[in-house]
Every structure is written in C-alpha cells, then in structure tokens.
C-alpha cells in the first residue's frame, strides 16, 4: 500500500504539476526535494514508497540519484518523470533500477497508471 | 531594473523554464532517432532582453568560441520570432561522419558544402522539435522559414543588429547540450519578440489550467 511519496524534480513548476495529477482523496503524505541529492536525502528520512524522479538535475542529476537510492534501499520505487526521452536515457535509469518512465508533461492517467504500477509492487 | 520581471513574472519564467526543458528533451529524441548520437541535455535558461542588447548577449554567452557556426531560422505562428543553434567552428566536420559521409573526401568545397549540409539538418531537426514541441504545447502552430547556415564565422561578426526589431523586447531561451560521443557542444537560442508576450503570457496560465 503506498502511503508517502516523494516528488524530486528541480522546477517548482514540474513538482506543482505532478502534485496536481496525484489523486488527492488517497491521502499520500507527500514530500519534496529539489534537487538529486536533496532527493537522496529525503528519501533517506523518510523512506517513501514511490519516488517521481526528473533527470536533468543541478547538484546531482537522476540517474545518480536513482543509484544512489537503490543502492541504499534495493527495494525502493522510483519512477522516472523526465523530459529526457532518449532511448538511451531511459535504457540507463531501468538498468539502474527504476521502476518505469514516464514522459513529461505528466497527465492524470498516467500518473494514476504508475501508481498502480507500484502498488502492485509493494502489495 | 529588472527587465524580466517587469514584463512576465517570476511564475511565469518558470512555467516558460518546464515547457523549453520539455520541447528541447523532444528535439534531442528526434535527432537521436535519426542518427546515432546521444545528446547530454542541461537545465535551460530564460533571460527577458531588450532586442538591442542582444547581439551583444549572444557574442558574450559564445565568447568561448574563437570562431562559430549558425543554424538561424526564423518561424511564425502566434508564437514568432527566431531560432538560432550555435555551435563552436569544428561541429561541421564533427556531424559530418555521423551522416555516413567521409568528412576527408573531396576538396575544400565540397567539405564546406557537406558541413553546410550536415549543420541545416541537425539545425532543421533540432529546431524544427523544440520549436513545434513548445507550440504544440502552448496550442499554436507555426511555420518555418528555410534554415540559413553560416561557417566559421567570428562571433563578433555572427548576428547583425540590425535582424532585431529595436524597442521590441525580446525572451531568449537558452539550453546548452553537448552530444556526448562527439566532442561537440552547441547553444540554441530562441528568440520572441514583444509581439508575442501578451500571447505568451495568456498561454502559460491556460496551459497551467489542467494542473490546478
């Protein structure tokens, strides 16, 4: 069951928007980060169950982020929301382990499609 | 005086920062698509300027470079204004083998007209993304003049004042990318005139509607 999520995405704007296609009568706690690794600190206190992770990043991109995450917590879920919709990009963050990829800007479906994704997941 | 602020807020720079990160991700996809490239892409960035000034701001953002190459096209819609894809001299020579082409081959002329070749495409596909991708998203459509290509020009000499419109204002989107197996580093630059603002403005408050 997904209780916290966690939103890491260096736009305010980006964060405004996914926040909005998460459904809001679930009661996530939600938390954010703006950066890669103010995303692996915060994931470090406060454990959540999903992470929506951006890729171009100041500081720390995604891709180190979401390895560096996984590399504290194998279990974890990071979703990836990204603009950056090489192959090659996409091949690189799910051989690091996250979860899926989904294309920017985000939509309500596909938000709610992740979601289950990961839910499934966790059980 | 901060230009910017008096003329789009600071909500609205923002708004305008996620579309341009947006538009220019789809253009990497495409150019990816078509040749065997990686583009490493970075955050953009949105600067308000007088048109005046602007020559001078683009000579001081490719001041690095002791000669460049330009990809200018200029496009149309609600949303108009210009396109400019900079890159430092060597980028030709360095695109030109990832079309299948052997830079080496022929003389000096057909090295330039390959270059040139080679820059147009790269440009019309970069530009001809980000540009549409930024349009469609903001519920325009625009057209395109042909892509205008200059080599190994001096950046004192790239950008004639006189293509701007003087008392207009003009927003310049600026990304910095580099494609990661080459060793090639570029800006592109787009460039709205005063023209466009209102419209701008009115079309990133609807395109934020969904998300409220």
């Known amino acids: ?78 979703i990836v929301c ?3 919709i090489q192959i090659k990009s996409i091949t690189n963050v799910l051989d690091l382990g996250a979860l899926m990829v989904m294309k920017k800007p985000p939509s309500k ?15 | 005086m901060d230009y910017c602020n008096d003329i789009i807020s600071s909500e609205e720079k923002d708004i305008l920062q996620e579309i341009m990160n947006i538009a220019f991700g789809q253009a990497a996809a495409d150019l990816a698509d078509v040749i065997n490239i990686f583009v490493v892409l970075s955050v953009p960035y949105i600067e308000m300027l007088n048109a005046q000034d602007l020559p001078e701001y683009l000579k001081s953002q490719v001041c690095s470079y002791d000669r460049i190459s330009i990809v200018e096209q200029n496009f149309w819609g ?18 030109v083998s990832l079309f299948g082409e052997d830079p080496g081959g022929g003389g000096s002329d057909s090295i330039d007209a390959l270059e040139k070749e080679t820059l147009m495409e790269v440009g019309n596909i970069l530009i001809g993304a980000c540009v549409g991708k930024l349009s469609e998203l903001l519920g325009d459509l625009v057209t395109y003049s042909p892509p205008r290509v200059v080599i190994e020009n001096t950046p004192n000499d790239a950008i004639p004042a006189n293509v701007f419109e003087s008392n207009s204002s003009a927003i310049v989107l600026k990304t910095v990318f580099n494609f990661n197996e080459r060793d090639v580093n570029g800006f592109l630059f787009l460039v709205t005139s005063h023209d466009s603002i ?6 990133l408050a609807d395109f934020m509607e969904q998300y409220e």
């Open chain 1, 109 to 123: 479906e596909a938000v709610e499609d992740a979601l289950s994704k990961a839910a499934e997941l966790i059980g």
């Open chain 1, 1 to 78: 069951m997904i209780r916290t999520i966690l939103l890491v995405d260096d736009s305010p704007i980006s964060r405004r928007m996914m926040k909005s296609c998460i459904p809001k009568d679930r009661g996530y706690e939600i938390h954010e980060a703006g950066d890669g690794l103010a995303g692996f600190e915060a994931y470090k206190a406060n454990q959540p169950d999903v992470t929506f992770m951006d890729l171009t990043m100041p500081v720390m991109d995604g891709s180190e982020s979401t390895a560096k995450i996984r590399e504290f917590d194998p279990n974890a879920v990071v």
């Open chain 2, 198 to 203: 209102l419209w701008l403005k009115k079309s």
């Open chain 2, 78 to 95: 609600d949303f108009k204004g210009s396109a400019f894809l900079v890159f430092q001299a060597n980028a030709g020579r360095e695109l």
């Open chain 1, 82 to 84: 990204t603009a950056d």
